[in-house]
């Protein structure tokens, strides 16, 4: 019997964990001492491991490459040369007729790691000569890496995990971190312990509300408003750093003409508050000697999410409350290396380490390290996986290679989705379940999974850490980055990795802000913040020392906007919101997690309709019942949970649900900057389905 060292591939929170290992099959798993769990791990660390033991509780794993050579044929096992030929193939044919940008490809947040990530970058930059690269960050923290880049200039928590417990105020915003970040949440506990205030912005009665010193119960739909108000109070009570506020930021004249359409008193109705209570919400922040905001999905998944990120991290700026330990914006990335996956550069607009790809200099860099002639590289930002359907119908996007995401499960408006997959000619998905996007692929490519490889991670709050393989893989199944490295090199570009830290060492060469980010360093240290531009640099574990910021002036950048409506509202047909959440027990599409017999056992049923008691009595339904749920878009069954933590006039389903998934329901209305869907926003009925 072994333990291997590894850390969870579940949320972005970063726990290290322990697997025990006996005759190559993973027993237990054991909380170990990383810098962010200090020995303790949620359920889903404790028994997420099962799926690697193929229980085909939920869906089959991918144990060989398989092809559908025509459309609506079936899938035919074949050889991995025959994969990778007739890949390389199709995309050769692809690029030639519809030109690079007629691919899309997609990176992967989940257990892959940097190193896979970094190479599928490199493929679509260097071998398709696209920037069509992107990665699930656009559908859920993609505002707050934008927001953030302009008002503070990194897209990235500027805080340590750690830290929070020490901050003395929390201010709480759309974060549901008990359901979301079980370890992050018990921080959150701690810093209450300490001492902390505690606000909480929630429409929901959520875990955090049970020991907040203020729950603000908010509209659903109204956060910016809300945001501004907040700003309204910080300026005209004069409770806002004005030495601060002079010297480290920018824009408070603007700032100022804006919020001032918003004082607490005129948004009373809007927000559903009192303007004491949102006065006194930030007398609270604006007293407290340290005050940390933290953020999740409820701010992210809107029409209006850039610029609420934005409003967040200016009441940061306000308040002084950057650049020193126990302070800072948080906004807590959800997949375990989403904030991986976006260091890497699988993203449209930027190369890995946040260069941008219009910079002719920057492509210089990358197109010299990669043999390649720079004037061949794509100078225009990528397409975004969020555009993607819309692009297919309109017979711009042709390819898709997609490496574990399931766009079929996750995305907003399926049934537009659905028509965009049917609309492409050539579908290559590398996973390892058959997820439902697998389902429809041309091609299979099966990969090793996490426990099956190493590599590294980054967690939510910029920490390097490297995890370690655990058992051989029993299946015909590669390396993530070894099948990227054949195609590309069966498409005219040899491409060859002996092993993970090459790939490192090269991604760190071309990286200034992980350069000194060595596999020495990971294993010394265990955990290791960027920035680390040199290879004596101990990482970073707040941004912005000193309050000089990563913008181009090196200045903090204030800013408000005017509250927008969500682009759809409720009416007679469709009366009530529909806001998609988490569940604690299970994690993204299910794919893991549903293969895992505690987690499927304490939790089968995700993704009930949670609903006010008032709500169900006037709809005439019990809890338990089941219901119909519809919107413009489409109609599934569910059932009912009825319970009195839920706002009256909304709805909460969770997205994991295989039968009927709520994103049969939402609509794509997208952040303009970012591209992000409004997930947490669309109008819908619930009928109740009469007993048989
Ligand atoms: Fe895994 Fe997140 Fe739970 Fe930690 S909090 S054990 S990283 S799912």
Redesign the pocket.
Same mark, same amino acid.
Request: charged share 5%; aromatic share 10%.
């Given at each position: 019997m072994k333990k291997i060292t590894s850390v *969870?591939p579940? *949320?972005?929170? &970063? *726990?290290k964990?322990k697997l025990v290992v006996d005759n190559n099959k993973i027993i237990r798993a054991e909380a170990a001492e990383g810098v962010t +769990?200090q020995n303790q791990? *949620?359920?889903? &660390?404790y028994y &997420?491991w099962d799926f690697l033991n193929d229980t085909q509780l939920l869906t089959p794993r991918l144990t060989q490459p398989m092809i559908r050579y025509e459309k609506g044929g079936a899938l035919t096992p074949v050889s991995w040369d025959e994969a990778i030929r007739y890949t390389a193939e199709r995309l050769l044919a692809i690029k030639e007729q519809y030109g690079p940008r007629a691919i899309m490809t997609t990176g992967s947040s989940r257990g892959t790691g940097n190193e896979t990530n970094f190479v599928m970058q490199k493929f679509a930059r260097a071998v398709l000569k696209t920037n069509n690269v992107d990665c699930c960050a656009r559908v859920c923290h993609g505002p707050s890496v934008a927001g953030l880049q302009q008002t503070l200039g990194n897209g990235a928590m500027s805080n340590s995990i750690g830290d929070i417990e020490h901050s003395k105020c929390l201010l709480v915003f759309g974060y549901n971190c008990a359901d979301s970040?079980?370890?992050?949440a018990r921080r959150v506990l701690k810093a209450k312990e300490n001492g902390a205030k505690i606000i909480v912005c929630d429409p929901r009665k959520i875990e955090t509300a049970r020991i907040a010193d203020q729950h603000l119960q908010l509209n659903n739909g109204c956060n910016m408003a809300l945001v501004n108000a907040f700003g309204y109070v910080l300026l005209e009570e004069e409770l806002y750093d004005k030495e601060y506020v002079a010297r480290y930021t920018e824009g408070l004249e603007a700032y100022r003409e804006t919020v001032k359409d918003y004082a607490p008193e005129a948004v009373e109705q809007l927000t559903g508050l009192s303007a004491q209570q949102i006065r006194q919400a930030m007398r609270t922040f604006a007293a407290a000697p340290s005050a940390t905001i933290m953020w999740g999905m409820g701010v992210t998944q809107f029409g209006q999410a850039v610029d609420v990120v934005k409003g967040l991290s200016s009441l940061a700026l306000l308040t002084g409350n950057l650049g020193r330990e126990h302070v800072g914006v948080g906004p807590v990335r959800g997949q +375990?290396n989403v904030q991986g996956a976006c260091d890497m550069g699988v993203l449209p607009n930027q190369f890995p380490g946040y260069q941008d790809v219009e910079d002719a200099a920057v492509r210089e860099k990358f197109a010299h390290a990669w043999g390649i002639d720079p004037a061949t590289m794509d100078d225009k930002i990528g397409v975004r996986i969020t555009e993607v359907p819309h692009l297919a119908l309109e017979g711009k996007i042709k390819a898709y290679y997609i490496m574990g995401e399931d766009p079929l499960q996750t995305e907003a408006d399926l049934g537009l989705v659905r028509q965009g997959f049917d609309a492409l000619d050539f579908v290559v998905v590398q996973d390892i379940f058959m997820t439902k996007t697998a389902e429809v692929a041309d091609v299979l490519l099966p990969a090793t999974s996490w426990g099956e490889h190493g590599g590294v991670f980054t967690c939510a709050d910029r920490g390097f850490q490297r995890f370690e393989k655990a058992i051989e893989p029993k299946y015909d199944v590669k390396r993530d980055w070894e099948i990227i490295s054949l195609i590309a090199t069966a498409m005219g570009y040899p491409m060859h990795y002996e092993n993970n830290q090459q790939i490192w060492d090269e991604m760190r060469e071309l990286c200034p802000l992980f350069y000194g980010v060595t596999y020495q360093k990971m294993g010394d240290m265990g955990h290791v913040q960027w920035p680390c531009p040199t290879l004596d640099h101990p990482g970073t574990p707040y941004l912005y020392t000193g309050n000089r910021f990563d913008t181009p002036s090196g200045k903090g950048q204030l800013f408000a906007a005017a509250w927008r409506a969500p682009a759809e509202q409720p009416d007679a047909d469709y009366p009530l919101v529909l806001c998609t959440v988490r569940e604690v027990g299970h994690?993204s599409c299910r794919s893991m997690t549903g293969n895992c017999a505690a987690l499927q056992t304490l939790a089968d049923e995700p993704g009930r309709v949670q609903m006010h008691p008032q709500d169900a009595a006037r709809l005439g339904v019990r809890d338990g019942q089941l219901v119909w749920v519809s919107s413009r878009r489409g109609r599934v069954i569910s059932r009912a949970d009825v319970n009195e933590r839920i706002n009256p006039g909304a709805v909460y389903m969770t997205y994991q649900w295989w039968i009927g998934a709520c994103n049969e329901l939402t609509q794509d209305n997208l952040d303009p900057v970012s591209k992000t869907p409004e997930t947490k926003y669309c109008a819908v009925n619930v009928e109740a389905i009469a007993d048989q």
């Open positions: *969870c579940y *949320c972005g929170a &970063g *726990c964990l +769990n791990l *949620c359920l889903k &660390g &997420g970040h079980p370890i992050v +375990n994690y």
